[in-house]
T-cell receptor, first 119, second 114 residues
Framework: AQKITQTQPGMFVQEKEAVTLDCTYD???????LFWYKQPSSGEMIFLIY??????QNATEGRYSLNFQKARKSANLVISASQLGDSAMYFC????????????????FGQGTILTVHP | DGGITQSPKYLFRKEGQNVTLSCEQN?????MYWYRQDPGQGLRLIYY???????QKGDIAEGYSVSREKKESFPLTVTSAQKNPTAFYLC?????????????FGPGTRLTVT
């Protein structure tokens, strides 16, 4: 079974500073995908970034980067130059995949971290 | 615009009544999912479907039922057997095949049962 652990219930960061949101995972699957989603107070889930377990390089998407340490089973999200609009709940999730990256679909989510950006 | 529609945004029901939440997508995705979210918690998978006329139970399927008669539609029925139905329900869809990693979510339906 897959499990995601987010140990930080809440995080605070000053505007324009960088912040790291922690995520550790547990799985026996040889191939998997790791995701981060943002959920504002409106409730929508916004996809931020994806990392495949066989990807050699850490994923980056604009101000988001994923610090993937496979041996430690961690997939921390780094947000650079925080903005007030980054205040939201952030979820780490994972999914079993085939070696070629084909999806088996269903995601397992962590409990989430509430990020508050101060001006 | 392509996307996922969930209606209504807010739904109120009396205890003991079945209620059906709608989910429609025009992304031509094969796979669709229903998740439940309780306050301050992560999402938990209720049911998922990878092709029309086929679906599988997720982690918390008890008290719920689904159908997948059309590719575009994946309605969820919350039955009276669901003991704590008040929650935020999110529908999602994804493509299949290599690198189809992004799962698109609808805006969600907040169900309150009293």
């Amino acid at each position: 079974a897959q499990k995601i652990t987010q140990t930080q219930p809440g995080m605070f960061v000053q505007e324009k500073e960088a912040v790291t949101l922690d995520c550790t995972y547990d799985t026996s699957d040889p191939s998997y995908g790791l995701f981060w989603y943002k959920q504002p107070s409106s409730g929508e889930m916004i996809f931020l970034i994806y990392q495949g377990s066989y990807d050699q390089q850490n994923a980056t998407e604009g101000r988001y980067s994923l610090n993937f340490q496979k041996a430690r089973k961690s997939a921390n999200l780094v947000i650079s130059a925080s903005q007030l609009g980054d205040s939201a709940m952030y979820f780490c999730a994972m999914r079993e995949e085939s070696a070629g990256g084909t999806s088996y679909g269903k995601l397992t989510f962590g409990q989430g971290t509430i990020l508050t950006v101060h001006p | 615009d392509g996307g996922i529609t969930q209606s209504p945004k807010y739904l109120f029901r009396k205890e003991g009544q079945n209620v059906t939440l709608s989910c429609e997508q025009n992304l031509n995705h094969d796979a669709m999912y229903w998740y439940r979210q309780d306050p301050g918690q992560g999402l938990r998978l209720i049911y998922y479907s990878q092709i029309v006329n086929d679906f599988q139970k997720g982690d918390i399927a008890e008290g719920y039922s689904v159908s997948r008669e059309k590719k575009e539609s994946f309605p969820l029925t919350v039955t009276s057997a669901q003991k704590n139905p008040t929650a935020f329900y999110l529908c999602a869809s994804s493509g299949t095949g290599s690198r189809s990693y992004e799962q698109y979510f609808g805006p969600g339906t907040r169900l309150t049962v009293t």
